[in-house]
């Protein structure tokens, strides 16, 4: 209390507007924090709406409330491992972390999330960094699901195919983004169809067995930004394949 007044006078703030914010297991208890704080009384009272019928005077947080219950209870862990080149910049894969994570809590799942460098997982790395492919091999193992991210340039792509072809051949959920699902389109191709030159023009322009290609209105040299959103009329140029079939 002595701090809010400290806060109040020097900042002239009335102290029933200012509120502590403490840290708590789960961002899903700020909410909370604020509510028992009466915080929503402060901005009603600031923005002039006590006496507005339709706005609610009290906040409906019973599914904040169970949302932040629940994942304090989760024990059963779920094992995703990350395949990519940026393992050592968390924050580059931050919208990807925080969708593994509402997913889990949905279905009762304390994650834990593996970064694998994919270029562990290559055979060059057996040899030049043998406990660091190790270590990545083991962690790719004992997933419960592989996650391969978007990404740009060749660097370690080898090992990305290899993650997919292990998460294939051993029936372990797979989700490839953006360049995740050409590395995964490119496996297949190349194990199944046993189309062996096959690859993304992205990697190699004058791939002989081009199974990803750029599209015709897209730049071939700009990287980012360059992803299309929304519909778009394609036109086959074959009538009789299984794609125009579909």
Known sequence: ??????????????????????????????????????????????????????????????????????????????????????????????????????????????????WVPSCDLEDSAAVETPDAYEKAWGLLKGANGVLVPGGFGDRGVQGKILAAKHARENNVPYLGICLGMQIAVIEYARSVMKLRDANSTEFDPAAKTPCVIFMPEGSKTHMGATMRLGSRRTFFQVNNCKSAKL
């Open 1 to 114: 209390e002595n701090v809010k007044l400290k806060l109040s006078q020097f900042c002239q703030v009335p102290v029933s507007n200012i509120v502590n914010l403490h840290d708590v297991t789960n961002i899903w208890h700020i909410p909370l924090l604020l509510r028992d704080q009466r915080a929503h009384e402060a901005i009603l009272k600031v923005l002039g709406l006590w006496c507005v019928g339709k706005v609610p005077q009290e906040p409906k947080l019973s599914e904040w409330t169970e949302r932040a219950s629940r994942f304090d209870k989760l024990k059963s862990p779920v094992r995703i491992a990350m395949v990519g080149k940026y393992t050592g910049i968390s924050d580059s894969y931050l919208s990807i972390l925080k969708a593994l994570l509402h997913a889990s809590v949905a279905l009762d799942r304390k994650l834990v999330v593996d």
